[in-house]
């Protein structure tokens, strides 16, 4: 399985705790870049001749900013220049204040059957404080749009002045308003970002405050229906996001577009984060790489480790042996003794238990060393 990633660099305007490459005033370069976008498509969709992606996933920066006609080109030239499966996932993420019926509509006549809507909070204040463009309101419409079909919803914990009453309000919009997978997600406060001066003041909720909020917060969604399969991604059954399913199975993935990665034949590239610069690289018909790694035998084995153990899915030895033949609990003696208090094991499957799941990064520290 694969997966084809897009990146859509724009937004109406920059959240306060945002760290992507994405650009709020920049729209002057949208047709340019998309025209770009689609050329780099054709130009990669060649190297990939006879390989099957199951995945195209929209991201950014806000896709759903940009004229929808844009997306729908994208989307069929990649069905022209890439091989997909019967049945492909096809995403967008959508900011609650970009979108319209109109958009949708064309959104599903270009064969996207998922979406993802950054709710983050429903308490409007929040919202404001985050920088966002929408309101609760805005979401609700948003959701209006989408009954029936396979949508996510974004909530995050860790938001200055955030109760417990809060988040459960939040979770409730959101599994109210038909969400079959939510995603809750802690702010990381990035430095250089506007919100890290807020955390440099003690104004956010701290690490215990951040970890209890997480515990309610798997209580609601539990109670509301939604199983944890990653440590911040819960879901109605059978309802994963097959796009990221991939990632943490260390599968093979395209990206296309300003800072998108890719990773194929153990090799990792990396575009550049310069939109003029990727703009002109594709118009003289370079490939944007910027960085270029290949990934040795012993990182493969700690990728492919890390990544299992952060799912529900952990890591199963079989198919660990399968891939790199040996046991990784050998290849690990070290740190899988250090940290075998916090693994749950059954048969051949190793998995962090659920109490210590958010506190995966230490445990899986010791995997790097
Ligand atoms: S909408 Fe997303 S990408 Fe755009 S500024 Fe906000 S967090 Fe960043």
């Given at each position: 399985m694969a997966g084809i990633y897009l990146h859509i660099p724009f937004c109406k305007q920059k959240c306060r705790y945002c760290d992507f490459v994405s650009f709020c005033n920049r729209m002057d370069v949208a047709e340019a870049y998309m025209a770009c976008l689609i050329k780099e498509i054709e130009m990669r969709g060649k190297e990939f001749a006879g390989k099957t992606f199951d995945t195209v996933y929209f991201g950014g920066g806000t896709p759903s900013v940009i004229d929808p006609k844009y997306i729908y080109a994208a989307m069929r030239r990649i069905g022209e220049c890439f091989t997909l499966s019967a049945r492909p996932e096809v995403t967008?993420?959508?900011?609650?204040g970009t979108v319209s019926e109109q958009k949708i509509a064309l959104y599903k006549r270009?064969?996207?059957?998922?979406?993802?809507?950054?709710?983050?909070?429903?308490?409007?204040?929040?919202?404001?404080d985050l920088g966002?463009?929408?309101?609760?309101?805005d979401y609700l419409y948003c959701t209006s749009l989408l009954k029936g079909e396979?949508?996510?919803?974004?909530?995050m914990i860790g938001i200055r002045g955030q109760t417990q009453d809060d988040l459960q309000k939040t979770i409730a919009v959101a599994a109210g308003s038909g969400a079959k997978h939510i995603?809750?997600?802690?702010?990381?406060?990035?430095?250089?970002?506007?919100?890290?001066?807020?955390?440099?003041?003690?104004?956010?909720?701290?690490?215990?405050?951040v970890a209890a909020l997480?515990?309610?917060?798997?209580?609601?969604?539990?109670?509301?229906?939604?199983?944890?399969?990653?440590?911040?991604?819960?879901?109605?059954?059978?309802?994963?996001?097959r796009h990221n399913l991939n990632y943490w199975r260390r599968g093979e993935y395209v990206g296309l577009g300003v800072s998108a990665s890719s990773f194929f034949s153990e090799r990792r590239l990396l575009n550049t984060t310069d939109l003029d610069e990727y703009i002109k690289c594709i118009l003289s018909g370079f490939f944007p790489v910027i960085d270029c790694e290949d990934v040795g035998e012993r990182d493969a084995?700690?990728?492919?480790?890390?990544?299992?153990?952060?799912?529900?899915?952990?890591i199963s030895a079989e198919?660990?042996?399968?891939?790199?033949?040996?046991?990784?609990?050998?290849?690990?003696?070290?740190?899988?003794?250090?940290?075998?208090?916090?693994?749950?094991?059954?048969?051949d499957v190793t998995r962090i238990k659920d109490e210590f799941l958010f506190v995966q990064n230490q445990i899986l520290s010791e995997y790097a060393q």
């Open positions: 967008i993420e959508m900011n609650p270009a064969g996207i059957n998922r979406f993802s809507v950054g709710l983050q909070s429903a308490i409007d204040a929040q919202l404001a966002r463009v929408h309101t609760v309101r396979n949508f996510s919803a974004d909530v995603s809750m997600y802690a702010l990381t406060p990035e430095d250089g970002t506007p919100i890290y001066t807020d955390y440099l003041n003690g104004e956010l909720p701290d690490g215990d405050e997480y515990e309610f917060g798997c209580a609601r969604l539990a109670e509301a229906g939604y199983v944890r399969y990653e440590v911040s991604n819960f879901c109605q059954k059978g309802c994963e996001s084995r700690f990728e492919y480790v890390m990544l299992g153990l952060r799912t529900v899915y952990g198919a660990y042996r399968r891939r790199f033949g040996t046991d990784w609990r050998q290849d690990f003696a070290d740190a899988y003794r250090k940290t075998r208090q916090y693994l749950a094991e059954t048969g």
